[in-house]
């Protein structure tokens, strides 16, 4: 990270359901006002699930909630057939979330987390990494074309008026160099 050292910077299993559910609501808030839209209404119940599950991905920056995102083998979201190209063994990124003080300062810790759950699902032998996006979220979308994730499908609306996008990053099991997914 800019101007930080390696060691300010760790990642660990998320063991508080609270901090995680704190640190996904602050994200929302502040990318809500960012955006103008409406933030989404998290349940604490899934929030802890995916910790006990050790879905959740915590980086700290010293000793603080950074950054996270969760990484699962079942989707978080409902699909249809269509929503994806054909993959074996495909990994699921959700709940991305980075602290509001990084977000304003620009620290690439989203880009950061996203590397990471690349190098995880990868390692763990996936042969594409998925996500759902809300697509006001221009940046946060952005930064997932920039590291090799493409769109499938268009715009979708649900019955809540929730919109999202779905993205794919495919690549061949083992070690994630950088964007292109090779080395």
């Not at 901090?19 to 802890?48: F, I, N």
């Not at 959740?56 to 989707?75: E, I, K």
């Not at 699909?79 to 990994?91: Q, T």
């Not at 649900?158 to 994630?176: C, E, K």
Request: proline share 8%.
């Amino acid at each position: 990270m800019t101007g930080s050292t390696a060691v300010d910077w760790t990642w660990e299993a998320a063991e508080d359901p609270d901090e995680v559910h704190a640190l996904l609501c602050a994200c929302d808030a502040y990318q809500a006002r960012k955006y103008g839209s409406a933030a989404p209404v998290r349940d604490t119940g899934t929030t802890a699930r995916r910790v006990h599950a050790g879905d959740v991905h915590l980086l700290r920056h010293d000793g603080q909630a950074a950054g996270m995102f969760t990484l699962s083998w079942d989707p978080p979201f409902a699909l249809a057939p269509d929503d994806f190209p054909p993959a074996v063994r495909p990994a699921y990124l959700g709940r991305l979330a980075v602290a509001p003080r990084w977000l304003a300062d620009s620290t690439p810790t989203g880009a950061t987390c996203v590397r990471r759950a690349l190098e995880l699902a990868s390692a763990r032998g996936a042969d594409a990494l998925r996500s759902e996006a809300n697509p006001d979220l221009a940046d946060t979308v952005k930064l997932l074309e920039i590291l090799g994730f493409r769109r499938h499908g268009g715009v979708r609306t649900d019955s809540g008026g929730r919109r999202s996008v779905r993205l794919q990053r495919s690549f061949a099991p083992g070690p994630v160099a950088g964007p292109e997914g090779s080395g």
